[in-house]
């Protein structure tokens, strides 16, 4: 059984994502007690699959490596793995959650030495490249995951996999039997950071993404782009490994469009602008970008970098929401139809490769939340009446990193608030 | 503190056992390590294994520990003593994982591991176990500069939390531009219509709180001290002042808006019917929901927005290159109060870009449900000579120029931040005063006028800015890492924002500066090293007055005393050891990591003579990015030399070139310093460490020339976390060039 002890002074915080982990890290570094509960197997979320950032072009593992040695410094801090909140009953003060474990069958005693890897055979998609490549069912998530344990993939146990996997660990960290485990906490307050998920491509039928091979979600392209990718940092496309160097950027795929998501996703634009950037460092003056937009929303001094990019020989910038995507079967290129509504002319241009800039939605739509908890229109968390819960991040509204980490560092204060409330009114009594 | 005691735990787990001599690496603990202690463990990170640890502590009174086994990034909830000095020899990830599997590699597999304990043991009897600093001071109050939006909302958060909270507005009443507003932009869903501002409830509050002071009318005359125990001088409009102690600060001084007259082009300052977005709003609270007039009491029937005036702009210096972000949803918004109060009011938005994120959408939808036009087009001149005025552009979409009759311009300026001081005008005017210049030291007082918090610092009044004036963090995951320990910018001083973001902004800068006096009333660091107990100490008699670590601390955590000696200020410290790094007599250090932590290290790798054609290579690499990618590159098995000996640095700028002259006087034969990227887009957290060690570098080639080494034998790297693969390169291009090169002719001299 896991044991934690949790008091009405205690703030949970949902979703181990930058924002579940800047929140909680903040209110601990204020001394409070925190409890961290992650869905999947370690911390990092959505950003841990970013390649750079923009507007800096930096590494999102390098803010994930300082978060990670506060939190391993920080007493005042509980991670759970693999954990999901099933229900929140009670009030501002004094909740009581439900949290449901699922087994990672690897405990504490894993030192990482990989033994257990070398010897099982089944190959899984990679949950951690959007299912881009295979890995082992025994495997560590990826290079940075904390907790430093690996994982047993569910479905080899019961097989000889799971057995030979048990058999190679001289440290007894495999354990079979792991069952799924439900524990109750008192909470005082309670972060929502459930992150955001990307809109569903396929949806969007015009585009393609179900039919094509060469057309990609911005996420997947991220993974492309990173040296530690499916591809080795190579931006191939997958419907023949042939390098992309003509590559189209299709705005708004999802968003600002009352048939998908109504909202504007916020970070699309910038995204794009920084892919762009990729295609640059892969191929210098060889390489061709095309940005399909309706505005480009680079605000405030994101201005520069956008600047940037105009003055790149390489990008172009269409004003136009793309009509059709059609694939012409000889080459596996595709041809992008539609108006470019600067000057009214119609174009059909060919491309090796499409990125859609999919839209942000609120990673808990299709997940039943605690009824008190009030949503808007497209689903984002805007908090519990009482304000004892608390949205943080990209679960809140669509934001870039440095406004979630801000979000979260403001959410980690409203829990403080509540919980410091409750023991003032406790003392009065 | 008891006398010292050491132990080494060696572990053979995770193959360790298997492919090195577990009983030389013993030997080596104890014969030259002068271990009292040494014990080995086949899983020392299991309970068992910590709990031998645990019993030494107890029992056997040990204080120092040297744990052999993984990366002192792994297992550290096991290996977790705070109550000793411990250091980690990395034979995981720096040693077995990294050397290429096969007997022929025993040898220098076995080497590695043996100076990897060596340098364990050394730097342990060096370390101390930090105490915490001890000039820490218990202020927990705050100062919140600036009565608008943010700074209500920041005391209001930081009160509404137990602690007290002092306000300071310069102005009369408190509410800011937010009290000029008719209504705000929704930040509720529906977002279909301009809400209530709710400024008269939340000024209710903040000056009815009882752990609020409010001080109208009044600045901060000067600050000085350290987060826990900063001395404010507030200074009144009656010319009395009053002294307040805290212990953090927001600074929430808001922006100004942009000068409608240096935009003349569009009628800015020509004409009472071109107006920007606040003299609209002065329109609108006047009018209060009926028709809008204009100055001259007529009623407006046709209006024109122009977007971006006097911003994205960087051909014109006169212009601000940014976007102010707000502009579009604010000028949607005061579209509809015309629309709401006459829907046959011609309202057009010219704009290039519309820009409204998130829900905003819905609330652009809802203006073009009411008519509002949205034209793609850009304004180059506005004639207002008629009654009406004339609004010249050109139309992005038809591409052609066109002109529209507006009764009333709108200008959409942007906001100028109210940052103070800019610390790069500031710095020269310093070293001209120093050097007696009347003129140096009149522009000086001139300037400091504009300062927000008159810090005496010695590295100037004010927050350092970091792009187009606004006193932003550098950092995408960190938005309040500031340069000046326990002040947090908050609002639109910090970066061009609207209400909504001003809002969470101060309710995040509350919380950072509730950390800063916790952190203070400890005594321990604050991001990105937090809870580090450490703290930088000064040997006085040794120093030379040379100003370099006051120059060069990155936080402004040190001043000068009237003989011009270093006075630190700890809690103003982050703990990076650039202080450290620039004293050119080695007097500045830190209980754990000092310039003996490091050099001892250094001295106590075993050097193979001149013929051994086994060359050593020292590897400096900042902790937070090059040693972590050192790491991962052995969780992935890349190979690389086996004659690299790597020390994790807190930052490259605490590297002092001592240790590169004590590193080839005792005979390695090439030094790598890897450390984040510098320039414009920094990845330093210490600011500009990595950039400060690549200077020094330059100058260590005379040094070089002077020993007769060839300048190859000291190198510097950018090396990001993500470069695994690479870092596993470099080292092998790095030893090849040695090779190449040949071995330094320093060895044997020792």
């Known amino acids: ?429 | 503190m008891a006398e010292m005691k050491t132990a080494a735990y060696i572990c053979s787990g995770c193959g360790l056992g298997d492919q090195l001599d577990i009983a030389q690496l013993s030997k080596i603990a104890q014969k030259e390590g002068k271990m009292a202690l040494v014990r080995n463990h086949e899983f020392l990170c299991n309970p068992e294994g910590v709990q031998i640890i645990r019993d030494d502590i107890e029992k056997e009174a040990v204080t120092h520990i040297c744990i052999a086994a993984c990366s002192r990034r792994a297992k550290t909830e096991a290996f977790n003593f705070p109550e000793v000095a411990m250091s980690r020899a990395n034979l995981r990830e720096g040693v077995i994982w990294i050397i290429a599997q096969g007997n022929e590699h025993d040898e220098v597999r076995q080497e590695m591991a043996n100076d990897y304990v060596r340098m364990g043991c050394a730097e342990i009897k060096k370390m101390k176990l930090p105490q915490g600093n001890p000039n820490h001071a218990n202020n927990k109050r705050i100062l919140v500069v600036g009565g608008g939006v943010t700074g209500l909302t920041a005391a209001l958060a930081a009160a509404e939390t137990g602690y007290e909270v002092v306000l300071v507005e310069k102005n009369n009443q408190l509410g800011g531009w937010a009290a000029k507003m008719w209504k705000r932009v929704p930040f509720k869903q529906p977002y279909a219509e301009p809400q209530e501002t709710g400024l008269v409830e939340l000024v209710a509050k903040v000056s009815s709180h009882s752990r609020i002071t409010v001080y109208l009318n009044s600045t901060v005359a000067e600050t000085s001290g350290a987060p826990g125990r900063f001395n404010i001088k507030v200074a009144q409009e009656s010319g009395s002042v009053t002294t307040e102690e805290v212990g953090a600060i927001v600074q929430a001084s808001g922006f100004s808006s942009y000068d409608i007259n240096k935009l003349p082009e569009l009628g800015g300052g020509k004409s009472t019917n071109v107006v920007d977005q606040a003299g609209l709003e002065a329109l609108a609270c006047k009018a209060m929901d009926t028709p809008l007039k204009r100055a001259d009491g007529k009623e407006i029937k046709s209006v024109v927005f122009i977007q971006c005036a006097g911003q994205r702009n960087e051909a014109n210096p006169d212009h601000l290159p940014y976007c102010s972000g707000h502009c579009c949803a604010t000028s949607v918004k005061q579209a509809m109060y015309f629309k709401n109060a006459n829907p046959d009011v011609n309202t057009v938005v010219l704009y290039t870009d519309l820009r409204m994120p998130g829900m905003g959408e819905d609330f652009y939808r809802s203006a073009q449900d009411k008519g509002v036009i949205f034209t793609k087009g850009k304004a180059s001149r506005v004639d207002t000579a008629g009654d009406a005025c004339k609004v010249v552009f050109r139309d992005l979409i038809l591409d052609e120029d066109a002109v529209i009759d507006a009764e009333l311009v709108v200008l959409a300026t942007g906001q100028v931040p109210n940052a103070g001081v800019d610390l790069e005008a500031w710095n020269p005017l310093v070293t001209a005063a120093e050097s007696g210049s009347e003129e140096g030291k009149q522009k000086k007082v001139e300037m400091q006028k504009i300062s927000v918090l008159n810090l005496n610092y010695r590295q100037g009044p004010d927050v350092p800015q970091l792009k187009h004036g606004f006193n932003d963090s550098h950092f995408i995951c960190f938005p309040y890492e500031t340069r000046r320990t326990g002040i947090y910018a908050a609002g639109s001083v910090r970066r061009p924002m609207d209400m909504l973001q001003a809002t969470e902004d101060a309710t995040g800068a509350a919380l950072k500066a509730i950390q800063a006096v916790e952190n203070a009333s400890i005594g321990r660091a604050a991001h990105p090293r937090s809870g580090d107990l450490s703290f930088p100490s000064v040997r006085l008699e040794g120093c030379t007055q040379c100003k370099r670590c006051t120059v060069e601390c990155p936080f402004g955590a040190i001043d000068e005393d009237e003989k011009r000696f270093p006075v630190f200020n700890e809690s103003r410290c982050r703990r990076c050891g650039t202080c450290m790094g620039a004293c050119p007599v080695r007097v500045i250090s830190f209980e754990n990591y000092s310039v003996d932590t490091v050099g001892n290290q250094i001295k106590a790798v075993d050097m193979p003579d001149e013929f051994s054609e086994r060359p050593r290579i020292l590897i400096l690499a900042c902790e937070n990015d090059a040693y972590p990618a050192l790491d991962m590159a052995g969780l992935q098995h890349h190979v690389y030399s086996a004659f690299v000996r790597a020390i994790p640095v807190r930052c490259l700028g605490s590297v002092n070139t001592i240790w590169i002259t004590d590193a080839l006087n005792s005979g390695f034969d090439g030094v790598m310093m890897m450390g984040c990227k510098h320039g414009e887009n920094y990845q330093c957290h210490f600011v500009k460490g990595s950039e400060l060690a690549n200077y020094r570098m330059s100058k260590i080639d005379d040094t070089l020339k002077q020993l007769g080494l060839e300048t190859e034998r000291v190198a510097t790297y950018e090396v990001a976390i993500t470069d695994n693969a690479r870092v596993a390169k470099l080292i092998n291009e790095y030893a090849a060039k040695i090779n190449e090169i040949g071995m330094s002719p320093m060895k044997g001299f020792n």
């Open chain 1, 1 to 429: 059984m896991t044991a934690i002890i949790a008091t009405n002074q205690t703030i949970l915080v949902v979703g181990g994502g930058i924002s579940g982990m800047t929140a909680a890290l903040e209110a601990a570094e204020c001394g409070k007690q925190v409890i961290l509960v992650e869905r999947n197997s370690s911390l990092g979320g959505r950003t841990a699959l970013l390649y750079r950032y923009f507007p800096k072009m930096c590494h999102p593992t390098c803010g994930l490596e300082i978060n990670l040695r506060r939190l391993k410094a920080n007493r005042n801090l509980r991670i759970l793995t693999q954990t999901e909140v099933t229900s929140v009953t009670g009030q501002r003060g004094d909740y009581t959650v439900s949290l449901k474990i699922s087994p990672r069958y690897v405990n504490s005693n894993c030192t990482a030495c990989g033994e257990c890897a070398k010897v099982v055979k089944k190959e899984i998609p990679n949950p951690y490249e959007y299912n881009l490549s295979r890995t082992r069912a025994a495997y560590l998530p990826h290079a940075m995951a904390y907790p430093q344990h690996y994982v047993l993939d569910p479905s080899i146990i019961g097989t000889p996999d799971a057995d030979n996997a048990k058999a190679a660990c001289k440290y007894n960290a495999i354990d079979l039997d792991m069952q799924v485990e439900t524990i109750e906490l008192k909470v005082g307050a309670v972060v929502w950071a459930t992150g955001w998920k990307p809109y569903e491509a396929a949806k969007i039928q015009p585009y393609g993404y179900d039919r094509f091979d060469n057309v990609i979600t911005s996420l997947e392209f991220e993974r492309y782009a990173d040296p530690h990718g499916p591809t080795g940092g190579k931006l191939l496309r997958p419907s023949d490994g042939k390098e992309a160097k003509n590559i189209a950027f299709i705005q708004c795929a999802g968003s600002r469009d009352q048939n998908h998501l109504h909202h504007c996703s916020r970070i699309c634009c910038m995204a794009s602008l920084k892919q762009t950037q990729y295609v640059r460092e892969a191929y210098g003056e060889q390489g061709k970008s095309t940005v399909y937009y309706i505005d480009i929303r680079s605000i405030d001094r994101l201005e520069d970098f956008y600047r940037k990019v105009q003055q790149d020989s390489t990008v172009n910038f269409v004003k136009s929401k793309v009509a059709q995507i059609k694939l012409d079967e000889k080459t596996g290129d595709l041809i992008l139809h539609g108006v470019d509504t600067e000057g009214y002319h119609r174009y059909a241009t060919q491309h090796d490769l499409v990125v859609l800039a999919v839209g942000m939605e609120p990673e808990s739509n299709g997940i039943k939340l605690p009824a008190d908890l009030i949503t808007d229109s497209s689903g984002f968390i805007e908090g519990s009446a009482d304000l004892g819960q608390i949205a943080a991040g990209a679960a809140s509204s669509p934001l870039d990193v440095n406004r979630a980490t801000q979000s979260a560092t403001a959410a980690a204060l409203r829990a403080i608030q509540v919980v410091y409330k409750t023991s003032a009114i406790e003392e009065a009594r």
